[in-house]
């Protein structure tokens, strides 16, 4: 299953808005509030609901009524409605917010879907690093002692799965970028055990010849562990689809080239990827591999989310097609303020 296109209406920042997605890898860009989480986790949503059972958004935005995600809602009660159609060429589903007294729609949540029978799985990885505070989260979260959404507790049921055989078809179709994922984090192509292992539900690394505890291995390679055990145990197949919220939070920048690497091989095996992104390298390494594509070009599309007086999408092929860059306006500011301190520091030299 590859998620053609989401139309959102009247959410959140959107007042109406249409992503036309790629079948590889799909990254989202623009400064804080423009919708980039959410028009994500509305994918999620549609794809974790059924005619029998809607997602529970409260949930999944951790909030405490879904009347919040309506743009300029007024206050009205709402119902969750979920309504599919079909027809020879797609299947779509739509999540409908009605009024709850006289049902006229106020929101539609729209994904248009191929093969949708044929998915495996939808994971959401979200800024938050869940390797850590895996032991006893299930408890804690029942209970409502932690402030994190159902997309954590969704990727802790996830790890929560035994690692697969070395003969399953599953590891055998990700066994490349799992050594890939291991050499990143061990800085060795020798190690023959897993990097990360799971014992009497907790978490360790193996590193160098070490068992280290979870919590003393840095953060940026809990994130990397936490895709390597993904895959693993078999929550992430070339079927399957990854949201990635800000994967570069707490990577050393010398690991977001090969991050990106990683997320080319993933999309190459058939994995639909979305990401979530404000890092300067990230985008720009995606982009190099948009822009000179090998024999085998990975599909990747751009989409830059901005405000003019409503949020309006961008789509483009790399970031050359891509007019508003909140992240390269950035960095070209940068430059300007060090070129202005860098011209005032020598005009102060030279009238001594």
Same mark, same amino acid.
């Given at each position: 299953?590859?998620?053609?296109?989401?139309?959102?209406?009247?959410?959140?920042?959107?007042?109406?808005?249409?992503?036309?997605?790629?079948?590889?890898?799909?990254?989202?860009?623009?400064?804080?509030?423009?919708?980039?989480?959410?028009?994500?986790?509305?994918?999620?949503?549609?794809?974790?609901?059924?005619?029998?059972?809607?997602?529970?958004?409260?949930?999944?935005?951790?909030?405490?009524?879904?009347?919040?995600?309506?743009?300029?809602?007024?206050?009205?009660?709402?119902?969750?409605?979920?309504?599919?159609?079909?027809?020879?060429?797609?299947?779509?589903?739509?999540?409908?917010?009605?009024?709850?007294?006289?049902?006229?729609?106020?929101?539609?949540?729209?994904?248009?879907?191929?093969?949708?029978?044929?998915?495996?799985?939808?994971?959401?990885?979200?800024?938050?690093?869940?390797?850590?505070?895996?032991?006893?989260?299930?408890?804690?979260?029942?209970?409502?002692?932690?402030?994190?959404?159902?997309?954590?507790?969704?990727?802790?049921?996830?790890?929560?799965?035994?690692?697969?055989?070395?003969?399953?078809?599953?590891?055998?179709?990700?066994?490349?970028?799992?050594?890939?994922?291991?050499?990143?984090?061990?800085?060795?192509?020798?190690?023959?055990? #897993?990097?990360?292992?799971? %014992?009497? /539900?907790? @978490? !360790?690394?193996?590193? =160098?010849? &070490?068992?280290?505890?979870?919590?003393?291995?840095?953060?940026?390679?809990?994130?990397?562990?936490?895709?390597?055990?993904?895959?693993?145990?078999?929550?992430?197949?070339?079927?399957?689809?990854?949201?990635?919220?800000?994967?570069?939070?707490?990577?050393?920048?010398?690991?977001?080239?090969?991050?990106?690497?990683?997320?080319?091989?993933?999309?190459?095996?058939?994995?639909?990827?979305?990401?979530?992104?404000?890092?300067?390298?990230?985008?720009?390494?995606?982009?190099?591999?948009?822009?000179?594509?090998?024999?085998?070009?990975?599909?990747?599309?751009?989409?830059?989310?901005?405000?003019?007086?409503?949020?309006?999408?961008?789509?483009?092929?790399?970031?050359?097609?891509?007019?508003?860059?909140?992240?390269?306006?950035?960095?070209? #500011?940068?430059?300007?303020? %060090?070129? /202005?301190? @860098? !011209?005032?520091?020598? =005009?102060? &030299?030279?009238?001594?």
């Amino acid at each position: 299953m590859k998620i053609k296109n989401l139309s959102l209406q009247n959410f959140t920042a959107f007042e109406q808005a249409k992503f036309n997605f790629c079948d590889g890898i799909n990254v989202l860009i623009g400064t804080n509030g423009m919708g980039k989480t959410h028009a994500m986790k509305a994918i999620y949503a549609v794809l974790n609901t059924t005619k029998s059972k809607i997602s529970n958004l409260e949930s999944l935005f951790n909030i405490h009524n879904s009347n919040i995600l309506i743009r300029n809602n007024n206050g009205v009660n709402t119902t969750s409605i979920v309504d599919l159609s079909s027809n020879s060429m797609q299947e779509e589903f739509y999540i409908r917010f009605h009024d709850s007294e006289n049902q006229n729609d106020i929101l539609n949540a729209e994904i248009n879907i191929s093969d949708y029978e044929s998915v495996s799985s939808a994971i959401y990885l979200p800024t938050v690093e869940m390797l850590s505070i895996y032991d006893h989260f299930f408890a804690t979260y029942e209970r409502k002692e932690i402030p994190y959404d159902k997309t954590c507790y969704d990727l802790a049921l996830a790890l929560n799965a035994a690692i697969l055989r070395k003969t399953h078809a599953d590891y055998q179709s990700v066994e490349p970028i799992l050594k890939n994922l291991q050499e990143i984090i061990t800085d060795s192509k020798s190690q023959e055990q #897993d990097v990360v292992v799971k %014992e009497s /539900e907790h @978490f !360790y690394f193996n590193l =160098n010849g &070490n068992k280290l505890d979870v919590n003393i291995v840095a953060d940026g390679y809990r994130k990397l562990g936490t895709l390597f055990y993904l895959l693993r145990n078999g929550s992430l197949t070339t079927n399957s689809i990854l949201f990635w919220d800000e994967p570069e939070t707490n990577l050393n920048p010398k690991l977001i080239a090969k991050v990106a690497k990683v997320l080319q091989a993933l999309a190459d095996s058939g994995m639909q990827i979305f990401i979530a992104t404000h890092d300067y390298l990230l985008s720009h390494e995606l982009s190099l591999l948009a822009e000179y594509p090998s024999a085998n070009p990975t599909t990747i599309k751009f989409f830059s989310l901005y405000n003019h007086e409503n949020v309006i999408i961008e789509e483009g092929d790399s970031l050359v097609d891509i007019s508003h860059n909140p992240i390269l306006e950035e960095f070209a #500011d940068h430059d300007d303020r %060090e070129a /202005e301190l @860098f !011209y005032n520091e020598d =005009n102060i &030299n030279d009238t001594h």
